[in-house]
Nanobody
Framework: QVQLQESGPDLVKPSQTLSLTCTVS??????????YTWIRRPPGKGLEWMGA???????YYRPSLQRDIVISRDTAKNQFSLHVRSVTPEDTAVYYC?????????????????WGQGTQVTIAS
């Protein structure tokens, strides 16, 4: 069974960089055919697809976030990471990592996908 676990700070100051890591078990991020994805849900809003990294290392970003985020991976640790630069309070959200079968940025109900439990990140001074 594929399991994902997010880790990182729960509080970040404005203008700093938010870094989150997703540890994957039960699947190889270089061999098992998923898009390893970051998604967030701001308070009172819907899910927002942020970006994904494929098993071949190709990276896909939401165009509106492309200037502010970086997705990377550590293949030795079977982890992938999200870095959000110059955060503002609008980046406050529950952040999820997921192993998904597609890059669909609107429909998140695929039963073949696996999600982490999510981690609350607050941007505040």
């Amino acid at each position: 069974q594929v399991q994902l676990q997010e880790s990182g700070p729960d509080l970040v100051k404005p203008s700093q960089t938010l870094s989150l890591t997703c540890t994957v078990s039960g699947a190889s991020i270089t061999k098992d055919y998923y898009y390893y994805t970051w998604i967030r849900r701001p308070p009172g809003k819907g899910l927002e697809w942020m970006g994904a990294i494929a098993i071949d290392g190709s990276i896909y970003y939401r165009p509106s976030l492309q200037r502010d985020i970086v997705i990377s991976r550590d293949t030795a640790k079977n982890q992938f990471s999200l870095h959000v630069r110059s955060v503002t309070p609008e980046d406050t959200a529950v952040y999820y990592c997921a192993a998904r079968k597609s890059l669909d940025d609107r429909d998140f109900d695929d039963e073949d996908d696996y999600w982490g439990q999510g981690t609350q990140v607050t941007i505040a001074s």
